[in-house]
């Protein structure tokens, strides 16, 4: 397993390196101080989409992770 991520809670986020083609690493997320872990079939951008978009569901990471009251605007549409 590789961590390639951390919320501000401090679970930790990690592919799972279970195939020699990267884009079928799938996601396995650790509760911190816990022996909690949950695995999701996706790959990274999957899964952070899947977040984002409410798509997927989990018991570790908080639901009120991403202020959704706040809009995303692509890079090229922010006013300065």
Same mark, same amino acid.
């Given at each position: 397993i590789i961590a390639v991520g951390q919320t501000d809670n401090g679970d930790t986020v990690f592919w799972l390196s279970d %195939? =020699?083609?990267?884009?079928?690493? =799938? &996601?396995?997320? !650790? =509760?911190?101080? %816990? !022996?909690?872990?949950?695995?999701?079939d996706e790959n990274l951008t999957g899964f952070m989409a899947g977040l984002v978009k409410g798509v &997927? =569901? %989990?018991?570790?990471?908080?639901r009120d992770f991403i202020?959704?009251?706040k809009p995303f605007l692509p890079v090229n549409q922010i006013r300065y």
């Amino acid at each position: 397993i590789i961590a390639v991520g951390q919320t501000d809670n401090g679970d930790t986020v990690f592919w799972l390196s279970d %195939s =020699k083609d990267p884009d079928c690493w =799938k &996601i396995l997320i !650790n =509760k911190t101080r %816990s !022996n909690k872990f949950e695995l999701h079939d996706e790959n990274l951008t999957g899964f952070m989409a899947g977040l984002v978009k409410g798509v &997927i =569901k %989990s018991d570790v990471v908080p639901r009120d992770f991403i202020d959704m009251t706040k809009p995303f605007l692509p890079v090229n549409q922010i006013r300065y």
